[in-house]
């Protein structure tokens, strides 16, 4: 900043402003902006980077001049236009405000452009309600782009049978020739557990192309995570060629059917490089299941010809994992100070040992580690949260936690986890309006079993008795939610309405 004068390169000045970002010095960002201006007056990015950092602070007036500047820059006339000032923000730490701001923008400004260019934002920060209110405020007039977001959005929050009366009136009469629409309904068939539907769509869809590897490659894909395996497999065996990807694939459908052996078998066959490093991490995975967590390390610790430092930390992080799942906190403990003598402070490690702390019963010393990571990133959200929620089950200090699962909150209003910590907290704090109004917002976008743990106590302090029975229901048929559904049906008796 002292010798910002003698730079007068565009790509020089823009490092500086990513480095002022990636530090949390808006002020400091909104200086080098200034001076940017002044050095490239036809530059959008120096009226982007002002622009993110005043709404960052919440300097609405500073962030209004910044934008109005903009429009009489760039003079935006489609929603990409203003794509390219309100892509700055997606980098934004405080979402919150972001949302804020341009909220009152939209309402401001009547032009449909800049709503669609909202909606884009608010798609990428996870708020499908925000999306579905906006795309509600305009006429979709058949858009593609807009069904779809206004779809998805729907099935994120299980709207399914919205979701997919929206697809399927946005397809009538319409040719074989949408696929990528056409999969996102066959994702909403399969959610609903209609395989029926959806296998009538493959189907016609592979009458038309019935040698395109790519469409039976992703239609495996699609009916593989929506956990109909033996679909998968069916339509994956149409594809003859060798492939990484199909390797990588049939791979991991033999460990849904336990067949070990040949998972691995799969997995080594694999030499693509986008697929060969996940098909060794599964493959450890394996080996943990059918041999044990010692072999399952050994085989992490030759995997030697690792292309880079961040594979290196994957393959590091998997054996905590292992570890994790094996209850080795000790080892856990022992791995991470061994990693930090020999590398230094890395965030992700320090974080692994603070959740070994934490599994352990040793809240001080997790606290100590939480804190050391904000010390180093004091907005890191990941930290925020988990430390407010810690305190919050571990402790009575709810009121210190609020305010750090708050912050979290603000820059990732769209997190679950989040949304979950906050109404557990309001919970504990005898705020049961808000403890409601976040539980239920986290259920509706994550059907995690904590979560629907948390939202029916909540629902059973309330007596709100239709609506936990709701959630019961939902849930039953679930197998791998029956001891949870056991324990909470157990709770409804117990509970004093």
């Not at 998968?232 to 065996?237: F, N, V």
């Amino acid at each position: 900043l002292r010798d910002m004068s003698i730079v007068k390169n565009d790509s020089l000045i823009e490092k500086l402003s990513n480095i002022a970002k990636s530090k949390y010095r808006y002020k400091d960002l909104i200086e080098i902006s200034n001076y940017w201006s002044k050095v490239n007056e036809s530059s959008y990015k120096a009226l982007s980077y002002g622009f993110s950092a005043a709404v960052e602070l919440n300097k609405k007036d500073l962030a209004k001049y910044y934008y109005s500047n903009f429009v009489n820059l760039i003079n935006p006339q489609s929603n990409r236009d203003f794509a390219r000032i309100l892509f700055e923000l997606q980098a934004n730490k405080n979402r919150k405000n972001v949302v804020s701001f341009i909220k009152d923008l939209v309402k401001d400004n009547n032009s449909r452009e800049l709503r669609i260019a909202y909606i884009d934002l608010l798609y990428t920060f996870n708020l499908p309600h925000d999306v579905i209110e906006n795309i509600n405020n305009i006429n979709i007039f058949n858009d593609r782009h807009l069904t779809r977001l206004y779809a998805n959005s729907n099935l994120i929050i299980g709207n399914l049978r919205l979701a997919q009366e929206i697809l399927e009136k946005f397809l009538k009469d319409k040719k074989l020739t949408d696929r990528q629409v056409f999969l996102e309904l066959i994702e909403v068939y399969l959610r609903s557990n209609d395989i029926l539907s959806a296998k009538e769509i493959i189907d016609n869809l592979l009458i038309s192309t019935p040698n395109d590897i790519d469409l039976i490659y992703d239609v495996s894909v699609l009916l593989y995570e929506s956990g109909f395996h033996t679909e998968s497999e069916k339509y994956l065996a149409k594809i003859v060629v060798n492939q990484s990807r199909v390797d990588y694939l049939r791979g991991m459908l033999d460990v849904e059917k336990n067949n070990l052996t040949e998972a691995i078998s799969h997995f080594d066959r694999v030499e693509n490089y986008s697929y060969k490093f996940p098909a060794l991490l599964a493959k450890s995975d394996v080996i943990f299941k059918k041999d044990g967590y010692i072999e399952a390390m050994g085989f992490l610790d030759s995997i030697d010809d690792l292309a880079s430092e961040l594979d290196m930390m994957r393959v590091f992080m998997k054996k905590i994992e292992i570890l994790r799942a094996n209850k080795k906190y000790n080892e856990i403990i022992n791995l991470t100070k061994e990693y930090i003598k020999n590398h230094g402070i890395n965030i992700n490690v320090i974080y692994s040992r603070a959740m070994a702390y934490e599994a352990m019963g040793n809240i001080d010393k997790m606290e100590i580690d939480l804190r050391k990571i904000l010390d180093v990133d004091v907005e890191n959200t990941n930290t925020l949260n988990a430390l407010g929620y810690s305190l919050t089950i571990h402790t009575n200090r709810y009121t210190e936690a609020l305010n750090m699962i708050e912050r979290a909150y603000s820059h990732d209003p769209g997190n679950a986890a989040i949304i979950d910590s906050l109404a557990w907290v309001n919970f504990k704090l005898g705020n049961m309006k808000d403890a409601l109004k976040y539980s239920k917002l986290a259920y509706e976008k994550d059907k995690d079993p904590e979560i629907i743990e948390h939202y029916c106590k909540i629902l059973l302090k309330m007596g709100l008795i239709s609506e936990y029975e709701n959630v019961i229901n939902e849930n039953d048929k679930i197998p791998e939610n029956k001891n949870l559904i056991d324990k909470l049906k157990r709770l409804k008796s117990e509970t004093s309405i």
